[in-house]
């Protein structure tokens, strides 16, 4: 069974310009959520999307936006791009509603010069 | 304010020996606790989770145990290995919390031959 999949793995980008990550939960899995992870702050929830509705939202600015499929694969984007902004980009999915044994991509290294 | 805590950074082990990895948590609504562990350059793997409702929960060389009243689990790995060097991360989340799962700023377990 495939696992969690992100594209792209690494990302370079400038500063005031716009990225959108993928990712492709396991095959069945409903629920996609997204985490920032920064040596900061640690990993820090952005979004969970179930059925293509967004039902919960971290607490990070309007740039960080998000949306999933038909079909369950998500991406999200982030507008006008900070140097803050770099920091591993993860997606977990999981089977039931809840939270339980979320399952992670191997995630987006994104840098922002 | 931090809601899950893992206060040792880093914790060096001898082979074979146990490792016990300690979490603290603030948010008594927290009902669903994980223990995921992640190497460099990867996805967090999930090892293992513990519910509420139980004290302790067996996986192999994992065992996780929970102490309610003291908001604190723990993370056992008997016999530890080389292989299992890395960075653990505990997590808990909250009925209805809908994929917001609260991380830990994690372990560094070394595992020496």
């Known amino acids: 069974k495939a696992g969690v999949t992100q594209t792209p793995r690494y990302l370079i980008k400038t500063r005031g310009q716009q990225v959108t990550l993928s990712c492709s939960p396991i095959?069945?899995?409903?629920?996609v959520s997204w985490y920032q992870q920064t040596p900061g702050q640690g990993l820090q929830f952005l979004f969970e999307y179930f059925s293509e509705t967004q039902r919960n939202k971290g607490n990070f600015p309007g740039r960080f936006s998000g949306r999933q499929f038909s079909n369950s694969r998500s991406e999200m984007n982030v507008s006008t791009l900070e140097l803050g902004d770099s920091a591993l980009y993860l997606c977990a999915s999981s089977l039931t509603v809840d939270p339980t044994e979320a399952f992670f991509g191997q995630g987006t290294r994104l840098t922002v010069v | 304010d931090q809601q899950v805590k893992q206060n040792s950074p880093s914790l060096s082990v001898q082979e074979g020996r146990i490792s016990i990895l300690n979490c603290d948590y603030t948010?008594?609504?927290?009902?669903?606790f994980l223990w995921y562990k992640k190497y460099p350059a990867e996805g967090p793997t999930f090892l293992i989770s513990?519910?509420?409702?139980?004290d302790k929960n067996e996986d192999g060389r994992f065992t996780v145990f929970l102490n309610k009243s003291a908001k604190h689990l723990s993370l056992h790995i008997v016999p530890s290995q080389p292989g299992d060097s890395a960075v653990y991360f505990c997590?808990?989340?909250?009925?209805?919390?809908?994929?917001?799962?609260?991380f830990g700023k994690g372990t560094k377990l070394s595992v020496k031959p």
């Open positions: 997590a808990a989340s909250a009925p209805g919390s809908q994929g917001n799962l609260i």
């Open positions: 948010n008594s609504m927290f009902d669903y």
């Open positions: 095959s069945g899995h409903r629920s």
């Open positions: 513990i519910s509420s409702i139980k």
